[in-house]
Structures are given as structure tokens and as C-alpha cells.
């Protein structure tokens, strides 16, 4: 499953329109929730990099902003080895 939100920035509970303007320093984010017995993170990331230019700055595609930015966060230290 998935949840969308908002990481980072100094705003708490920014609003979209705070975000999609540039203005709270928050980065568009989706938290991927996953069942690693099924699905591993070489693949996840496979999926990720297929879709996902991480080498254009601030922009996936027509959308263009810091809140647009490049990143991968893991929520253990098992995730971050890999």
C-alpha cells in the first residue's frame, strides 16, 4: 500500500498549496508499505529508477521545484544497508 504526504520543510502540516508553490520547503513524498517476503527492495528500486529521473534537479517531467527533489528515506537500518 501507499500513503502520499510531505517530507522535510519548516511548516508544520503545510498545506498542498504551500508545497506545490515552493513555499514550505517540504518535498512531495509517497511512504511505500511492503511486505518484504514478497517483494524486496532491488526490485522496489528497480520500479523506483525505471520511473524516476534522479539526475534532473528539482523536476520529474513538466514539474519543476525544490518540492520536486530526488530522494529515498528508509525507516530501518536493514533498509539503509541496502
Same mark, same amino acid.
Given at each position: ?13 503545510? !498545506?498542498?498549496?504551500? #508545497? ?10 509517497? /511512504?511505500?508499505?511492503? +511486505?518484504?517476503? $514478497?517483494?524486496?527492495?532491488? !526490485?522496489?528500486?528497480? #520500479? ?10 528539482? /523536476?520529474?517531467?513538466? +514539474?519543476?521545484? $525544490? ?16
Amino acid at each position: 500500500s501507499t500513503e502520499v504526504g510531505y517530507i522535510g520543510g519548516s511548516t508544520p502540516r503545510p !498545506t498542498y498549496s504551500a #508545497v506545490s508553490k515552493g513555499k514550505s520547503g517540504h518535498a512531495e513524498a509517497v /511512504r511505500i508499505i511492503f +511486505d518484504a517476503s $514478497t517483494i524486496g527492495l532491488t !526490485t522496489l528500486f528497480g #520500479v523506483f529508477f525505471d520511473v524516476h529521473d534522479p539526475t534532473t534537479l528539482n /523536476r520529474q517531467g513538466n +514539474d519543476v521545484g $525544490t518540492q520536486y527533489r530526488s530522494a529515498i528515506f528508509y525507516s530501518d537500518e536493514r533498509q539503509g544497508l541496502a
